[in-house]
């Protein structure tokens, strides 16, 4: 919209430099051009605004396909004003010269337009086309007949409308149907994940029974070796047995024969002594025998003296002492003097 500004009665005018201004003034032109600033009466003159710029238009409507299914269908066209004096002369772009506001709705009449141009070559298409085949390959046979129709349709050229682009969005069908034409290709998705979960079900049972079997084999050869480790060890403690039976009779024997020459031995010592013993008795006895019996009662008095407790002093009186004397062959005392 373009700015409008009151000055001592007269107007001025200042547009965007996508808006294309047609000034006539008292039936001439006057202006003409995008981005124009100019003064002018209101009261003589008569404004036209004209965007020059591209837009976007969004249309949806609906369409029936050739199985009688109702499908929704959503584009967009771009379009642009290329000729702004062929639309101002055909289509009501005035603006009121005190406010700059369009008079009528020209950018609603061009909607329009499209929407209705688009959504007859779009049925055109639909028409003639199963749903299954509207969904898949739909979109772009639309986009193809909007874009010919569209450019082929003589009202644009000769409203000074150029069509830029064409663009479709989706073509979907009712609710319930794209439900149920879910479902196939869901129950397919199942049924795969369902085959993907037994699989690896099978495979982990597989697993499982693999790990069992060499769980299994495992105790088995434990105790195989178990069984072994016991029979060696009864064959060790036997052998154990035997060798220690073995060097106890080998120790027994030893000792047996260690005594018995012990015994020999003190036997044969026992018998040298014994002789020894008699020899030497036998050779006091014979050296008592030949001596005197005086020899013989001094060492009798000598053995007894030997075994009597220790006397300091004897006092002899001399009755005794004489008759001992005497009896030694000693002189007395009476005969020395």
């Given amino acids: 919209m373009a700015d409008i500004t009151r000055r001592f009665g007269w107007r001025h005018l200042r547009s965007a430099p996508t808006a294309h201004i047609r000034h006539h003034k008292r039936g001439r032109l006057a202006h003409d051009g995008a981005g124009l600033s100019f003064w002018y009466r209101s009261l003589s003159a008569a404004l036209s605004e004209v965007p020059v710029n591209d837009r976007e238009l969004a249309m949806a409507f609906h369409a029936r396909t050739a199985d009688f299914q109702d499908v929704t269908v ?84 000769a409203t000074g409308i150029e069509v830029v682009a064409v663009r479709v969005v989706a073509i979907r069908p009712e609710a319930e149907v794209e439900r149920a034409l879910r479902t196939p290709a869901r129950e397919q998705i199942q049924q795969e994940a369902d085959r993907a979960t037994y699989e690896r079900r099978a495979v982990a049972v597989e697993r499982e029974r693999t790990i069992a079997e060499n769980e299994l084999a495992s105790q088995i050869e434990l105790a195989r070796r178990e069984e072994q480790l016991v029979e060696q060890r009864g064959t060790n403690t036997r052998r154990e047995a035997e060798e220690n039976a073995a060097a106890d009779g080998v120790r027994a024997e030893a000792e047996a024969a260690r005594k018995v020459r012990l015994a020999r031995a003190e036997a044969e010592s026992a018998r040298e002594i014994g002789a020894a013993r008699a020899e030497s008795q036998a050779a006091w006895l014979r050296v008592h025998g030949e001596a005197e019996a005086v020899t013989l009662h001094a060492l009798a008095a000598t053995r007894l003296a030997e075994n009597l407790p220790r006397i300091d002093s004897l006092t002899l009186s001399p009755d005794v002492l004489t008759g001992l004397l005497t009896k030694l062959g000693r002189p007395t005392p009476e005969t020395r003097a």
């Fill in 74 to 157: 959503q584009a967009t066209v771009t379009y642009r004003i290329s000729d702004p004096a062929e639309a101002a002369a055909r289509l009501d772009f005035s603006v009121d010269p005190d406010s700059g506001v369009w008079r009528g709705a020209p950018l609603e009449q061009i909607a329009t337009l499209l929407t209705e141009t688009a959504q007859q070559h779009t049925l055109d298409v639909l028409a003639r086309t199963p749903l299954a085949g509207a969904l898949v390959d739909g979109v772009a046979a639309v986009r193809e007949r909007v874009a010919a129709g569209l450019a082929d349709e003589p009202r644009l050229p």
